[in-house]
């Protein structure tokens, strides 16, 4: 079978007044029906990588180099028409304000069919009712009623609900979600991260969720990739992850989550702030915050030790024992 | 001269029996306009009847979904908001009588959230710091100002003249840290202060909090939704819905038991860290509703599975569990003479 996504030495880079390399070298397979997390914080390059997985990066100033298939598609060459049917019927995205995301003018009954007519051809009907068929599968309450309503007239959990049933209408074999639940309230949250957890079942179709928090990726993965300073420096199933972090980076955010920590003890916090990336990192970019950083790391970009098949982490470290602990 | 040599709060005057901050009755209603007139349609109940103490040395978390009004709480304290109704005492004197609202604001400082938007973006961060300062009289004020920024971790050699675009997220709201705390405040009122920063950074800014509040003997009020943040914090957690005060207790007591079937669906609804136990079921259906028409008798009951005719009908007291008197909820199933058929039993599983 196919892989779904395949992408290989990924590079990206800003252009501008500064020169910004916001991706470098990422590399990411997924098989049919995977979900993965995208973990890191702002500034990690994981919202680039969704972006440059549907083409939205502005042509003109930005470089990309490196291959990205998807369903055997090599992606970046799609152009015009091609281009158009990828997006939305074979890859399509939620975002993180469904308020931005949603067209204020035009009620989600009628954005939802738009996006059904042009995909699959058929009549306003016809796609009207797919419309109404998707809100009911968001298990929007009444959803008749709620077809005719403007974005305006919905929650915000509500909204996201039909950012959903909008990115499912064409049944997408890939979606891409980039912090769909940051903006809601943490009841809302768990509704719509369970939501899309038995969508993704039942549409048999991949996922790559964007987050900052890992106790939202743990809820909705099955696979992590940790991401810092434009590099995956961490990749493995969720239960890898949590149980057994092998990069410092990845066992500082883990502690930083304060799941398990006493009231008032002092927390392990990681020192200092991520890197500009004014330039292309030539060296370890953890290695001025890490905790147990050698002389080695600077020394040059750390090689991927692979403990087992489809894990990786990238640093000098993983291969022997830490020493901190 | 050490920088807690020149912090010049004002004096205690009560004696640490005495709460520093208590208020009663608050409420804060804003008015819903439109029409051509601009006449008031409807009314945002965003803060109704809330009551609570904060005592000397003291951390209170603040807990709720957004539109509960945690934040509108936040701003009646330091009187960005003026209130309908109740009062507001700081150390035994309540404001509008024997305080003013700028001796008040000489007391209780307040961190925002988004460390840009309250930042002026024509101000160095020295002026910023300053301003306060400046304004109530105190002395050297720009002195102050450098040592302050040294104490929450910014060199005021390198920061001083520079502008707030010109700092990150975690070293903006250093900023508004020393900006609070350079008019001496004894209490803080932190709303969201560390929410918008990434996790490796609000491990930093939470470790500096505890540094200050034992150095300068600060008193926070914390407003937060990350129920992990605001337990590692606090001392005592109140939960708020729809504009009230539905249960406050000590952190310990709360995280052991909570009483309010809202505060146990808020707890339910962190994600579980546990890649073997992941959550089966939201603990709550829809989003809150709209505090313009809050519901009747009590405001959860349209989301509580345990709701009966007696909830609909009547506002739940605030009052102290039978075997933990500092453990407060307001719910008809811990009150034995509510009428509610399952009463007295506490809340069913």
């Known amino acids: 079978m196919t892989k779904l996504l395949e992408m290989k030495n990924l590079n990206v880079r800003f252009k501008g007044k500064r020169t910004v390399h916001a991706i470098n070298d990422v590399s990411l397979s997924m098989e049919q029906g995977e979900t993965l997390a995208l973990l890191g914080e702002s500034g990690s390059g994981k919202s680039v990588t969704l972006k440059t997985l549907l083409g939205l990066l502005p042509p003109k100033r930005s470089e990309i180099d490196g291959s990205i298939h998807v369903n055997g598609t090599d992606i970046m060459s799609l152009r015009g028409k091609a281009l158009q049917r990828y997006r939305g019927g074979e890859v399509s995205m939620v975002f993180q304000e469904p308020a931005l995301a949603l067209d204020p003018v035009y009620t989600v009954g009628h954005q939802i069919a738009e996006s059904v007519m042009r995909h699959k051809g058929v009549n306003k009907a016809e796609a009207m009712s797919t419309a109404l068929d998707m809100l009911d599968r968001v298990r929007i309450p009444s959803a008749n009623r709620r077809l005719h309503n403007y974005p305006h007239e919905l929650s915000g959990g509500m909204r996201q609900r039909v950012m959903i049933a909008l990115a499912l209408a064409c049944r997408p074999r890939l979606l891409l979600a980039d912090e769909p639940t940051t903006a809601l309230d943490a009841t809302v949250q768990i509704q719509i991260l369970l939501l899309l957890r038995e969508l993704q079942k039942e549409f048999g179709m991949g996922v790559i969720f964007v987050t900052h928090d890992i106790g939202v990726a743990v809820e909705i993965s099955e696979r992590i990739a940790v991401m810092y300073a434009g590099q995956v420096v961490e990749e493995g199933t969720t239960h890898e992850i949590i149980r057994d972090a092998r990069h410092p980076y990845t066992q500082g955010l883990l502690a930083a989550n304060l799941h398990d920590v006493a009231r008032g003890e002092r927390l392990n916090a990681i020192p200092g702030a991520p890197p500009a990336l004014e330039v292309r990192p030539d060296s370890c970019p953890f290695a001025p915050r890490c905790p147990v950083a050698m002389p080695e790391c600077a020394a040059g970009l750390p090689p991927l030790h692979l403990p087992s098949d489809r894990r990786r982490v990238a640093c000098l470290r993983a291969a022997q024992p830490l020493a901190a602990e | ?349």
């Open chain 2, 1 to 349: 001269m050490s920088v807690t040599d020149t912090y010049q709060p004002l004096p205690d005057t009560g004696g640490p029996a005495q709460p520093l901050i208590r208020v009663s009755g608050l409420q804060k209603y804003f008015p819903v306009r439109g029409g051509i007139l601009g006449r008031t349609q409807a009314k945002v109940q965003a803060v109704d009847g809330v009551s609570f103490e904060v005592k000397k040395g003291e951390t209170l978390g603040i807990v709720g979904e957004s539109g509960c009004g945690k934040s509108t709480t936040a701003k009646l304290l330091i009187g960005l908001v003026e209130k309908d109704k109740g009062e507001i005492v700081f150390d035994g004197h309540a404001l509008g009588e024997r305080l003013s609202l700028k001796d008040l604001r000489r007391g209780v400082q307040m961190v925002f959230q988004d460390s840009y938007a309250t930042l002026n973006p024509r101000l160095t961060i020295l002026d910023s710091v300053a301003f306060g300062a400046k304004v109530q009289g105190l002395d050297n004020p720009e002195d102050l100002a450098r040592k302050m920024m040294d104490r929450v971790g910014l060199d005021p050699d390198r920061f001083a003249h520079r502008y707030p675009h010109e700092l990150s997220g975690g070293q903006r709201q250093r900023v508004n840290i020393a900006r609070a705390l350079a008019m001496s405040p004894r209490l803080v009122v932190l709303d969201e202060a560390v929410s918008a920063l990434d996790k490796s950074v609000e491990a930093q800014v939470l470790n500096l909090l505890n540094d200050l509040r034992e150095e300068f003997g600060l008193t926070y009020v914390f407003i937060s939704h990350d129920l992990n943040v605001v337990r590692y914090i606090s001392d005592r957690i109140l939960v708020m819905y729809l504009g009230e005060v539905v249960e406050v207790a000590p952190v310990e007591s709360i995280w052991h038991e909570q009483a309010h079937p809202y505060t146990r669906s808020l707890f339910s609804a962190m994600p579980s860290m546990d890649p073997d136990n992941r959550t089966k079921e939201p603990p709550l259906a829809g989003d809150p509703p709209n505090p313009i028409n809050p519901p009747s008798g009590c405001r959860f009951h349209t989301r509580c599975r345990f709701a009966s005719a007696v909830c609909r009908e009547a506002v739940p007291k605030l009052s102290g569990l039978a075997r933990n008197g500092d453990h407060m909820v307001a719910c008809h199933l811990h009150d034995a003479e509510s009428g509610h058929p399952k009463a007295g039993q506490g809340v069913p599983e």
